[in-house]
């Protein structure tokens, strides 16, 4: 029927596209595919496979002769005839295989190793191993292979690096964006990435068994918030549907953990996804992590305290020491750790002396210390970024900060025996800041005051200032909000400096990143045109002389390369022209 013919063409068409599209490699391994399909092999099979066994065990706890079985992915073989000796890549490590067709193949029937093996598995393929252990001659450890079980069938080959005679390696999978775009291939052929991120497991651990002994509850608040509050930041903006009321992915939690301590709880601590709609670089990324804590009945100096004793126990408890190299320096997290107001700190790294500056006094300062300043940045943020382009880069020891101007802290208590500065501290390792604490306004009315000079800088310009006022926050600490002391822990870059990492994007699984270009198939007639364009204007009837190409075969080829992005087709007294994108 003329329905059969048609699917008959759009399946061939199909196939035809798919074999352009894939490499050789690819196209070979599909046929392998259909060929265990053939011999009655499921080449993904949905029976559990009862793995009992782990290579860095068996490494540790070797017993000879010992039955094992074990899954992974197979990472390299030497065939040999009618033995091969084979790696395997479970989760925890790797083990030596000894294949044997004898052993494999008890009975006459020798295709499993002979076909199976040998020609049908690829290098990638997981696959699940029955056998028993023994030890070379050369003393390596290995499983002697009774049966294999093929458990997923890799039709992709994997950028495995590969080392000559001199043992150089070469074709290594290094390459930054590959490695944070295809973070699973990352994982598989980059065994230190792995060991990475099971340590920052190890950290947030650490973290939460700290807080949990001293009874602070974990607890989890809106990531979806009516008001972006608790930090000085641009939003990312969504919609709630049902609602029909705009939503903001949040900034901070900070102020409704501060609602619980109002609530009546002594301390919460949450690790919270948070979103910034700012700049990506090596340090940020628009989806971060942070742990934050609020306790009540205490102060900063009670924080710092704290912060020192916890971040000691998290180098220990992800490094087993206190010391740790991080880049040229050796970073010891011992605690006590000092502290350094921050109008001595930019005086003791500019010379100059800040504390007393109006406005106008600061940003002239600023463009004489070469700090970047514009007419929106009000008081606190051109302090700000002095420090941050003076200061920061010295603290290379965990150094605490403290005693910030009011214009930098919105949400901090005022300083108790000092006018204008607030009981506030960071603490900075590395060059970096990777905690943030306060004792907390409690003060509903200053707070609300606070509030409204943020939203002055809002209207002046200030992008990062507050352009809300959170009046149910307001009205939580006219309930009566005890003193409160809080920390924002940045769990990104606290696992940077504790695994010895300079870019964020090596401690985040899935980091952000520019949309993927997608690769142009062009036909022939299609990359005839471009090689006779030029990034210059050409004129076009000069670049349709020169393709050969029919009027209706070259309207078709423009047609499709305007449609691709990639020319400009435009017209000038009366001429057209014709140029690359």
């Known amino acids: 029927s003329s329905i059969f013919i048609q699917l008959k063409v759009y399946l061939c068409i199909q196939f035809v596209k798919l074999i352009m599209e894939l490499s050789e490699q690819e196209l070979v391994r599909r046929e392998k595919l259909n060929r265990l399909i053939e011999l009655g092999i499921d080449p993904y099979p949905a029976a559990l496979f009862a793995v009992k066994d782990y290579s860095r065990e068996i490494h540790n706890n070797f ?5 094992v079985t074990v899954a992974g992915r197979l990472m390299s073989r030497r065939i040999q005839g009618n033995a091969s000796f ?8 790797k083990i030596q295989l000894y294949f ?5 193949c008890d009975s006459d029937d020798k295709s499993k190793y002979n076909e199976v093996y040998k020609k049908l598995l690829d290098i990638g393929d997981i696959i699940g191993i029955e056998g028993k252990l023994f030890k070379t001659k050369v003393g390596e450890k290995t499983i002697m292979v009774k049966d294999f079980t093929i458990l997923s069938k890799s039709l992709r080959p994997l950028p495995l690096p590969k080392e ?18 295809q973070r699973y291939v990352d994982l598989i052929v980059n065994p230190s990435v792995k060991e ?42 969504t919609h709630h549907n049902a609602l029909n009321i705009p939503l903001y992915l949040r900034i901070a939690n900070e102020l409704y953990l501060k609602r619980l301590i109002v609530g009546g709880f002594d301390g919460v601590y949450e690790f919270a996804k948070d979103f910034r709609n700012e700049g990506m670089d090596r340090t940020h990324n628009p989806e971060f992590t942070i742990m934050e804590l609020y306790v009540s009945y205490k102060d900063y100096n009670w924080m710092m305290e704290l912060t020192e004793n916890l971040i000691e126990k998290v180098a220990i408890d992800s490094s087993g020491k206190n010391k740790i190299d991080v880049g040229n320096n050796e970073i010891d997290f011992k605690a006590p750790y000092p502290r350094i107001p921050i109008f001595d700190a930019i005086k003791k790294f500019s010379g100059i002396d800040i504390s007393e500056m109006d406005e106008s006094k600061l940003r002239e300062t600023a ?61 900075f390792v590395n060059g970096k800041e990777i905690a943030n604490a306060y ?28 352009e809300f006022i959170d009046y149910d926050f307001l009205r939580s600490l006219e309930y009566g909000m005890p003193p409160t002391s809080g920390i924002g822990i940045g769990i990104d870059r606290l696992v940077m400096l504790m695994t010895n990492n300079s870019s964020i994007q090596e401690v985040l699984f899935f980091p952000q990143m520019k949309p993927e270009k997608k690769k142009l198939s062009l036909n022939e007639n299609e990359l005839k045109v471009m090689d006779f364009i030029h990034k210059e204007r050409s004129e076009i009837n000069n670049i349709k002389q020169n393709s050969g190409l029919s009027n209706k075969t070259w309207d078709k080829t423009i047609k499709s390369l305007r449609k691709l992005n990639l020319i400009t087709v435009e017209k000038i007294n009366e001429i057209v022209y014709i140029s690359k994108k």
């Open 439 to 466: 004792s907390e306004l409690n003060d509903p009315i200053d707070q609300k005051n606070r509030f409204e000079e943020q939203l002055k800088l809002s209207k002046k310009g200030d992008l990062e200032a507050g």
């Open 100 to 104: 044997n067709r004898d052993e494999i």
């Open 367 to 427: 463009r004489k210390l070469n700090v970047e300043v514009d007419e929106t940045m009000g008081k606190g943020k051109i302090i700000d970024s002095i420090f941050g382009d003076i200061c920061e880069p010295n603290f290379i020891q965990p150094t605490f900060v403290i005693d910030y101007p009011t214009e930098m802290s919105p949400l901090t208590k005022k300083h108790r025996f000092k006018p204008n500065l607030t009981e506030r501290f960071e603490l």
């Open 196 to 237: 990475t991120f099971i340590k920052r497991t190890a950290i947030t651990n650490s973290i939460r068994s700290f807080l949990n002994e001293r009874g602070y509850l974990e607890v989890e608040t809106p990531i979806l918030q009516p008001i972006p509050g608790g930090a000085t930041a641009r939003p990312f903006l």
């Open 63 to 67: 017993s000879d002769g010992k039955s």
């Open 164 to 181: 000559d005679n001199e043992g150089n390696t070469y074709d290594e999978f290094n390459d930054p964006e590959l490695r944070y775009r």
């Open 86 to 93: 084979a790696e395997l890549q479970d989760s925890r490590g």
